[in-house]
């Protein structure tokens, strides 16, 4: 069959909030071929990713993604790769290129699952779907009063691990992120799994992350996450060896495959944490998750948006035995949580199983497509490269 169609619909709050929040817009991809339809997401900006869908090529390593990818033929997941191949190098030098490649990538896989009535874990490996035991994904409180509520909330909603991340932390001085710290520690109490997401605070400046280490310690961490920019590899050594108990996550930053391996090989993380739709979608996802299995590092899923995107985030690692852990957003905005009829939920023992249906197994809710999208045009010289498609054709 060919790819006869490439559809992306920008939605967004009525009012988006200067907060470390992701879930406020989404970048909704629907792909279609033959009598099949499959659905993906971009984690990425949404205007400027149908930018670069759409933009005119500047020259032969700069073209629009979508001329790689219309009227292609598609009837295996080793198509999906080929096609991925030939994105990278007509789009190499339009940066947001993997961003964009991400959500049709996930489209695509969701479209095959369908046409072979088979969830997509399996047609990335005949293991069974292993359940992952989900950290509730939170942000840190304006305050450690209020940090200390939302730690109290999570764990009142069953989550025997959370984490805290952005606000600030690790921006400010010491003795702020240790009171932030302790907030949490005593919110969730002493029994659950703490975890932290600096969000990049100390750039590549590992004296600054050490000055932290002990309370890290005192507040018995898991992990710290993403404490420094992609490729600050040094800097990711220089931390963990000043560590004891605590260990390092990174990698959501990573935009190909090839960042993020260099991750691993390089930064001693122990667990490299992926986005799919950033890193370029499943198949990139996981050829990562295939590699971190051999060098003893655990791969984790990075999601903070909607249950698409976190099915999505789950089939590249599902079968993995060695990864027991999911992140689990549990306040997205409504534009990404009532993106789907139906949601990922915990089994009794509390634990996170991907859906058995075809594809990444959700629906869309075309009600929410509607009431939160945002008509878009791109004009160029008189010509209209992009209009926000019709949602039912």
């Known amino acids: 069959m060919e790819i006869e169609s490439i559809d992306f619909y920008y ?34 900006a949404p205007l400027v990713s149908i930018a670069s869908l759409v933009a005119p090529m500047s020259h032969s390593a700069c073209k629009p993604v979508q001329d790689s990818v219309l009227g292609q033929r598609l009837d295996s997941p080793e198509d999906i790769r080929r096609i991925a191949a030939e994105v990278r190098g007509n789009s190499f030098d339009q940066l947001q290129a993997d961003h964009t490649w991400s959500g049709i990538d996930i489209a695509l896989w969701d479209l095959l699952g369908h046409r072979f009535e088979e969830p997509v874990h399996r047609l990335l490996s005949t293991a069974p779907a292993r359940p992952k035991k989900p950290y509730a994904s939170i942000l840190f409180g304006a305050d450690p009063a209020e940090t200390y509520q939302r730690g109290v909330a999570a764990v009142a909603a069953g989550y025997t691990a959370v ?65 420094f920019v992609p490729g600050a590899d040094a800097a990711y050594r220089a931390l963990r060896s000043g560590l004891t108990t605590v260990r390092t996550a990174g990698g959501e930053g990573c935009h190909t495959a090839e960042m993020a391996i260099g ?28 590699y971190a299995r051999t060098k003893g590092v655990t791969f984790l899923n990075h999601t903070f948006t909607s249950h698409l995107a976190l099915s999505a985030s789950l089939q590249p690692y599902v079968d993995d035995a060695n990864s027991g852990w999911c992140e689990f ?23 996170v199983t991907v859906p058995d249906a075809p594809g990444l197994g959700l629906e869309i809710n075309t009600a929410t497509v509607a009431q939160y999208l945002v008509e878009t045009e791109i004009t160029v010289a008189g010509q209209v490269l992009y209009r926000t498609p019709e949602l039912h054709p």
């Open 11 to 44: 939605l967004s709050m009525p009012e988006v909030l200067d907060i470390g929040d992701g879930s406020q817009d989404v970048l909704l991809v629907r792909a279609r071929a033959g009598e099949w339809v499959g659905w993906g997401e971009c984690e990425a």
């Open 163 to 227: 984490k805290f991340g952005w606000e600030g932390f690790g921006l400010g001085d010491v003795r702020s992120d240790r009171e932030q710290l302790a907030a949490a520690r005593e919110g969730i109490g002493p029994d659950a799994d703490l975890l932290v997401d600096a969000a990049m605070a100390w750039d590549a400046d590992a004296d600054r992350a050490l000055l932290r280490a002990a309370a890290f310690e005192q507040f018995r961490l898991l992990f710290i996450e993403e404490p």
């Open 263 to 290: 991750m691993v090989d390089h930064a001693e993380i122990d667990f490299v944490q992926i986005d799919t739709g950033r890193i370029g979608g499943i198949s990139a996802a996981r050829r990562v998750a295939e």
């Open 329 to 351: 957003p549990i306040e997205p905005k409504p534009v990404s949580y009532d993106l789907t009829t139906t949601h990922l939920g915990r089994n009794a023992d509390g634990l």
